[in-house]
């Protein structure tokens, strides 16, 4: 299918060739150039476009609270990770004993 590009207007996409494409009425699309090649990608959303602006707080102020900490590691082997935590796993049954 051909469409004619003219200076007086914007490039419209032929119904026919969106329904092939699977883009939807008001869906976000990028345009990518490459070569002479003009792709049409339709746009991912991304966090911001998925979270009201209060669901968005809540999960930076919990992204926060995770960079706080605490952290162990990073491990070299998978088998100092399961040393550390058999040695974790002792030390909190001699505190429940003591107490």
């Not at 150039?33 to 990608?41: A, L, Q, R």
């Not at 968005?56 to 605490?70: E, F, M, S, T, Y």
């Not at 100092?80 to 058999?86: P, S």
Request: without cysteine; charged residues 35%.
């Amino acid at each position: 299918m051909g469409v004619v590009v003219s200076t007086k207007s914007d490039l419209v996409v032929p119904r026919s060739v969106r329904r092939r494409a699977g883009l939807k009425s008001g869906q976000k699309v990028e345009f990518k150039v490459s070569g002479g090649v003009i792709s049409i990608v339709p746009k991912l959303p991304t966090a911001d476009d998925e979270y009201t602006p209060a669901q968005r707080r809540v999960i930076d102020a919990r992204l926060r609270q995770a960079r706080k900490g605490p952290y162990h590691g990073p491990f070299a082997t998978a088998d100092e990770a399961i040393a550390f935590l058999r040695k974790r796993v002792r030390k909190r049954k001699r505190m429940k004993r003591g107490s």
